[in-house]
């Protein structure tokens, strides 16, 4: 039934991908120039649907589509529309084209709630470090401080705000009313699970909590090739020693993910034992106290490895985002819309954070996963299945039609 619709879906996606700071390869960090161009696009799409459109302060793009009753109260559905740096043409702008294409199908029928289409600005922290600021901005979440981060280039978010056209200002007027019903969120699955079990579709449960943290090791930086093995400092060899016990550690804990992604060796030069080295941590678990415990061993298993070597450990923790459940309400509607389709309900944790699980914080919240073929996201190669988007529009419906009913 929705097949059509579905190509049309994947063919906006490839198109919006050209929309890059560079040539060759899809980047689009927070209202940088392209922002534009997928603005003018997709804004042009939604008004034919019907729907007024605005770019908010936080540099959202927002559509309206109104509801049958005056005053009614809203839907929000939607998901982001900047990238990482060599992205893939589907991670956030999916789960935006499928909400326009959503409102496309109702075909002038409007149900007893607006449906606020929203494409935010950033999700993914690439430009400032920072991530969420779109969605926070809606939620009411956004801290003012934020605004005064700034790029690799030393502009602040604030005067990225201003130079895209906004008012920084009044960026905070960016926040949804207080009559939402709930937020729904298309979204790839960014993982293997899915593809793994030939399921089209899956019901996010909840997205699991994330710490990230920096271990660094200190030791004596000396001649590579006049100090004994036996005498040395060596930060390195510390840090790669933690590295191993990372893995084994979250290799060991059912459910938990453990990643080491960044080392700076200090000096960096060949022919020098490095005397400093910074590592990454991220450690993930749909268990808040699984993944505390798992984040404590860890540091313990570090000061232990510090001190054998004889090199001490500081610790700077950037991140501690507890685990946020998805609205168990949303989850059974979703259920039932993913039934009506054929397909047999899937429940599944989100490993990766998104737009939803700011959303929580101000209204009940919702995904569904569309799989994610081999795995691949945050990459060139990341696609989607034809089948599954018409799937994921015929569910939109249902969950929409679902909802109404229980409002009229």
Known sequence: MFAARAKEVVASCRLLAGFSEESGRTTRRFLSPPMRDVHAHLGAWMQRCGMSVHVDNAGNLRGMY??????????????????????????????????????????????????????????E??????????????????????????DAHGRSIEEAIRDFGLDPSCVFNARAGNRALGYLEFHIEQGPVLDGLAVPLGIV????????????????????????????????AGAAEWISAVETHARGTPGLVATVGRILALPGSTNVVAGRCEASLDVRHASDETRAAAVATLLDTARQIASRRRLSVQFDTHLDQPSVPMSSAL??????????????????????????????????????????????????DETVVEEDVAAALGAGLAFLDDLAASHA
Do not use: K, W
């Not at 699991?208 to 060596?234: E, Y």
């Open 331 to 380: 989850v059974t509607t979703l259920e039932r819309a993913v039934a009506a389709q054929g397909i047999r309900p899937h429940r599944i944790d989100s490993g990766a954070g998104h737009d939803a699980m700011i959303m929580a914080a101000c209204m009940p919240a919702a995904m569904l996963f569309l799989r994610s073929p081999r795995g691949i996201s945050h990459n060139p």
């Open 205 to 236: 449960t909840s997205i699991v909590g994330q710490s990230r943290l920096t271990a660094t090791f200190i030791g004596s930086a000396n001649h590579a090739g006049t100090t004994p093995m036996q005498t040395r400092q060596d930060a390195v």
């Open 125 to 150: 922290g690439v430009r400032f470090g920072v991530p969420f600021i779109g969605s926070r901005a809606l939620a009411g979440t956004l801290d003012a401080d934020v605004l005064r981060r700034v």
């Open 66 to 123: 109104p509801a049958s009753v005056p005053d009614g109260p809203s839907v929000f559905i939607g998901s982001h529309l900047d990238t990482v740096i060599d992205a893939g043409a589907f991670d956030g702008v999916l789960g935006v084209v499928l909400a326009i294409a959503l409102v496309d199908v109702l075909q002038n029928r409007h149900l007893p709630f607006a449906i606020e289409v929203v494409g935010f600005s950033e999700e």
